[in-house]
């Protein structure tokens, strides 16, 4: 007996989002697994906070942005299930080579081949959402596949703190770089590439797409992109640098070993950010079909609520209390971001899909991830040596830094840092606002992509 279509059709989706959320899962441990190993590589090779930034955020950031455009590019005219295949295969095995690493120096390198191999799978796995969703069940399904996000994040954290604890960082890194060459695999021989939606017959692979200037140009007349752009790299700079830097300020100001802050890390970033992103995409399917508008005034109240929740928990003398807060904060930062990434597909021609979106992620990573680890990592070293007053340079250098004077002084300029940041998403809060009214202008209510 022959399978209905639709029943094949829905089969086939299911799966899409399963082996996508796995591939999520490991993109996320593998960016992660640096935030909660951080410390201790810091310990070990005597690095300064700036340098951890730079290590943790910059180096993964530059190649993730160099990379990403060209291989949009890539995606809007070949295969996107090849392209995805490939990245996961790089990304692993670059992780797996940072536990080889002997120097700050070598691990900027690894870091960077981590980022080229990631920048090869958002823009086109977007892309491949178009065309296989409707255009109210995107954001939905965007949502359960970035579960994999805080699912990796939650596996590198407890994983990664447990095996930094008993087996060292080295150990770690490889264990969590392993599993994502099986995934490579795996969308090799189980996914297909669908035709491209949007064009009469399609657009196939291997056909002509517009040129990156022509999509600069018609993503510069569009206010709503990027309002929504900006909005997202301000909040990115926050998370990012909460996810880095999290780790480092439980051990520094409360004194936990990497196992409990492992295990906070999974409760307070992952889990929160995992019921955040798929309540906020159910959400957002729900609201947007009543106006594409709430598709930026829903993530501007959550941002209401998330910045004096991330001030009041870093200002928490037990951090009890920072996790119980930050939980909450975490739901509401990262809520709508699976959800602004669908929207932005319905701005641009079906052929511009992917460059859209690598362009989004571009905002997100440059700013978010390279700027916000680093601007931190330099704040933080300079409130440091503020707090610990004359003589910081050569009481704390190195190895020393595990001295209790250095290391409370350490502890106060993280949390000034972090405070500091935080301020950004009063500039994302306005951004969303005005990107609710452009979007309103830009599409119509009977548009579908």
Known sequence: MVEPADNRRIRSQWWFIVLMGLIYTANFADRTIVSVLGEAIRRDLGLTDLQLGMMGGLSFALLYTVMGIPIARIADRHSRIALIAAATGIWSVMTALCGAAGSFAQLIACRAGVGIGEAGLTPPLVSLLADKFATDRRATAYSLI???APIGGAVAAIAGG??????GWRIAFVAVGAPGLVLALAVLLTLR?????GH???????????????????????PAFLYLT????????????????????????????????????????????????????????RLGQRSVSWFGKAPAIALCLALPLIIAAVLQADWRGLMALLFVASMCLYAFL?????????????DMRASAAALHAFGQTVFGLGLGSVVVGALSDTFTRTAYGPGYTLACSGHAMQ???????????LQQAILAISVVLVAAIFCYWRASAALL??????QAM
């Open 146 to 148: 970035t579960l994999g």
């Open 162 to 167: 447990y095996l930094a604890q008993a087996y």
């Open 193 to 197: 590439e669908p035709l491209r939606q």
């Open 200 to 222: 009469v017959g399609g657009l196939g692979v291997g056909m002509a797409a517009p040129a990156f200037a022509a999509v600069l140009r018609h993503l510069g007349r569009s």
């Open 230 to 285: 900006a909005a997202s790299a301000m909040v990115a700079m926050v998370g990012y640098a909460l996810s880095l830097f999290l780790v480092p300020l439980l051990v520094r100001r409360y004194g936990l070993d990497l196992k409990l802050a492992g295990g906070v890390f999974a409760i307070t970033y992952s889990l929160a950010t995992a019921i955040g992103m798929i309540s906020g995409g159910l959400l957002a399917d």
């Open 338 to 350: 699976p959800a602004i990434m669908t929207v932005t597909q319905r701005l641009v021609p079906p």
């Open 403 to 413: 001295a209790d004077r250095c290391m409370t002084a350490s502890a106060t300029g």
């Open 441 to 446: 202008r830009e599409i119509q209510p009977s």
